[in-house]
């Protein structure tokens, strides 16, 4: 089960921790899952300027069959440009390999309690005996005690391991990204170990979202947005940057089905254009088209002599008509129109509710930016809801240097809810990776 009580403030360096080297040679192998790719980081000791980065693109779902024999290719590619001999392996598995949730137990003697968490997840999950569990005391009182779980499939990490071991490479330690993050700012802002913080990593295309309990990740989450949307050209709107979601969907089908409901008649458009050429001005004309149009909106079943007469009436006040055209008119048959889904629109809200429009490129950039902080206020929001988890702190954002300026401008906002906290800029842009260094300090109940 992995079961075991440690304190979640004591961080000192002792016998039970095991730092990276400062000498050796650290290798540490992570995924992308997104961009697929296979992301390889080399290190002289912890000498970040002599880093290596290699990425190796692949095609297969991750960990399926096919993606097992590319990943046999690239390990063999990346031994051909370098040497594992008596280097450390960290191993860094994406977060979608891993679940975590949190179970309240009441309080027993520790005997009973792991005998009592054994039972309830094994009536919580029907495929126990294929899962891995590691487990901490996330929080306890006299009434109850609240673990926090890390899950993966015992068959992912044999299908993983089975590939390294071809290439004789054995894993120090083996971990998943969002908890080798939340290592790497525990490390370089020391001040954090003992608080409770949400912490964003703000990429390229991504923000990945970790919560971060007493200095233990608790659970994490993935956000679309990412640099390439803090546009300092215009204000962007989230819910035009994607597809339509699920509540979309739904309102747009429902409106669907209840068009089909109706059967829909169509005119021949050269009886219109011929109608049209005989009248000597557009108001004629435009009669002619209304004229149709409310028949068949006051009768949808009408068939195409109503129509006719209809028009005919305007076309020939006389009541004389073509009869060539008579013999030829047929009944039209039902056409059914294609679905053809808009690109969505921005939300028109009221003129109180909308923020002035920034008139500088920076402020351009932090309206586009408060996207990102939004979702962290809902996830602290949530999180305080519930009442055996203590309050958060503060939220720490790891971004780019060159837009950090954003950090400044919310702060200076003042929200009086929290506060916004940068880390130091050596390994900004690989907090995933050199965070598997620290797996051995860390966290250790979220290694795998």
């Given at each position: 089960m992995g079961l075991f009580k440690s304190s979640s403030t004591d961080f000192s360096v002792s016998s039970r921790q095991i730092p990276p080297s400062k000498r050796g040679k650290n290798v540490v192998i992570g995924f992308d899952t997104v961009n697929k790719q296979?992301?390889?980081?080399?290190?002289?000791?912890?000498?970040?300027?002599?880093?290596?980065?290699?990425?190796?693109?692949?095609?297969?779902?991750?960990?399926?069959?096919?993606?097992?024999?590319?990943?046999?290719?690239?390990?063999?590619?990346?031994?051909?440009?370098?040497?594992?001999?008596?280097?450390?392996?960290?191993?860094?598995?994406?977060?979608?390999?891993?679940?975590?949730?949190?179970?309240?137990?009441?309080?027993?003697?520790?005997?009973?309690?792991?005998?009592?968490?054994?039972?309830?997840?094994?009536?919580?999950?029907?495929?126990?005996?294929?899962?891995?569990?590691?487990?901490?005391?996330?929080?306890?009182?006299?009434?109850?005690?609240?673990?926090?779980?890390?899950?993966?499939?015992?068959?992912?990490?044999?299908?993983?391991?089975?590939?390294?071991?071809?290439?004789?490479?054995?894993?120090?330690?083996?971990?998943?990204?969002?908890?080798?993050?939340?290592?790497?700012?525990?490390?370089?802002?020391?001040?954090?170990?003992?608080?409770?913080?949400?912490?964003?990593?703000?990429?390229?295309?991504?923000?990945?979202?970790?919560?971060?309990?007493?200095?233990?990740?608790?659970?994490?989450?993935?956000?679309?947005?990412?640099?390439?949307?803090?546009?300092?050209?215009?204000?962007?709107?989230?819910?035009?940057l994607y597809d339509h979601d699920v509540a979309d969907l739904a309102i747009l089908n429902a409106k669907e089905r209840a068009k089909m409901r109706a059967l829909t008649v169509d005119v021949d458009e050269n009886q219109i254009v011929s109608a049209e050429g005989d009248l000597n001005n557009m108001e004629q004309a435009l009669s002619v088209y209304d004229t149709v149009t409310q028949v068949l909106s006051d009768n949808p079943h009408a068939e195409a002599n109503t129509v006719q007469q209809a028009v005919s009436e305007i076309v020939n006040p006389d009541g004389e008509q073509d009869e060539e055209e008579t013999e030829e008119l047929q009944p039209v048959q039902p056409v059914k129109k294609q679905k053809v889904f808009v690109r969505k629109q921005p939300k028109k809200l009221p003129k109180f509710m909308l923020r002035p429009t920034p008139e500088t490129a920076e402020g351009i950039v932090y309206e586009n930016f408060r996207m990102i902080m939004k979702w962290a206020l809902l996830y602290k929001s949530k999180l305080e809801r519930i009442e055996s988890l203590p309050r958060i702190d503060s939220v720490v954002v790891n971004i780019d240097s060159n837009l950090q300026f954003v950090v400044d401008m919310a702060n200076k906002e003042n929200f009086n809810t929290f506060e916004l906290l940068t880390l130091p800029q050596p390994v900004s842009r690989n907090m995933d990776l050199v965070g598997a260094l620290f797996t051995g300090m860390f966290n250790k109940h979220c290694n795998l």
């Open positions: 296979v992301r390889i980081l080399a290190l002289k000791g912890l000498d970040w300027n002599s880093g290596a980065l290699e990425c190796f693109d692949y095609n297969g779902q991750f960990l399926s069959d096919e993606f097992l024999a590319e990943f046999a290719d690239i390990l063999s590619r990346y031994l051909k440009l370098t040497s594992l001999g008596g280097a450390n392996v960290y191993l860094a598995l994406p977060d979608n390999c891993v679940a975590m949730d949190d179970i309240s137990l009441p309080a027993l003697s520790k005997r009973k309690l792991q005998e009592t968490l054994a039972t309830e997840l094994q009536k919580f999950y029907k495929s126990y005996k294929d899962l891995q569990f590691r487990s901490m005391v996330a929080s306890s009182n006299k009434q109850n005690v609240v673990y926090c779980m890390t899950i993966v499939r015992k068959q992912y990490l044999s299908n993983m391991y089975s590939a390294l071991s071809a290439k004789r490479i054995n894993p120090k330690f083996t971990s998943f990204t969002s908890n080798c993050t939340v290592n790497c700012a525990l490390q370089f802002k020391s001040s954090l170990r003992k608080k409770n913080f949400i912490l964003l990593d703000v990429k390229e295309d991504r923000t990945n979202i970790a919560y971060v309990l007493k200095g233990h990740t608790a659970s994490f989450a993935q956000v679309m947005l990412g640099t390439q949307h803090l546009s300092d050209k215009e204000v962007l709107q989230e819910n035009t």
